[in-house]
Nanobody, 126 residues
Framework: QVQLVESGGGLVQAGGSLRLSCAASGFTFSRYGMGWFRQAPGKEREFVAGIHWGGGSTFYADSVKGRFTASRDSAKNTVHLQMNSLKPEDTAVYYC???????????????????WGQGTQVTVSS
């Protein structure tokens, strides 16, 4: 069965950094693009970052561009989200998700993903 397990969240001061990880299992990881999303209290889930199955292309929301970096380690079936210069508005539960379909590219909307992790909490204090 497909499993996605996020880790690395926690409490950090504004301006600090965190590195999130998403361990994937139950499928051929290297064939799928992966996305990162977040949901703050009272707000809808929003796209944060995406990385193609080949790892050569990444995409970021305007709100995090230049601060966050997505990467993947196919040998370990893991995707990462390096978050630098964190702001209080980055506070949210962060989710990783598998992009729908093998070897696909293109958009990273919610509906473009079929499996989701349980999320990891990121809290940024001012």
């Amino acid at each position: 069965q497909v499993q996605l397990v996020e880790s690395g969240g926690g409490l950090v001061q504004a301006g600090g950094s965190l590195r999130l990880s998403c361990a994937a299992s139950g499928f051929t990881f290297s064939r799928y693009g992966m996305g990162w999303f977040r949901q703050a209290p009272g707000k809808e889930r929003e796209f944060v970052a995406g990385i193609h199955w080949g790892g050569g292309s990444t995409f970021y929301a305007d709100s995090v561009k230049g601060r966050f970096t997505a990467s993947r380690d196919s040998a370990k079936n893991t995707v990462h989200l390096q978050m630098n210069s964190l702001k209080p508005e980055d506070t949210a539960v962060y989710y990783c998700a598998r992009k729908r379909g093998v070897y696909t590219t293109g958009s990273y909307r919610d509906v473009d993903h079929d499996y989701w992790g349980q999320g990891t909490q990121v809290t940024v204090s001012s």
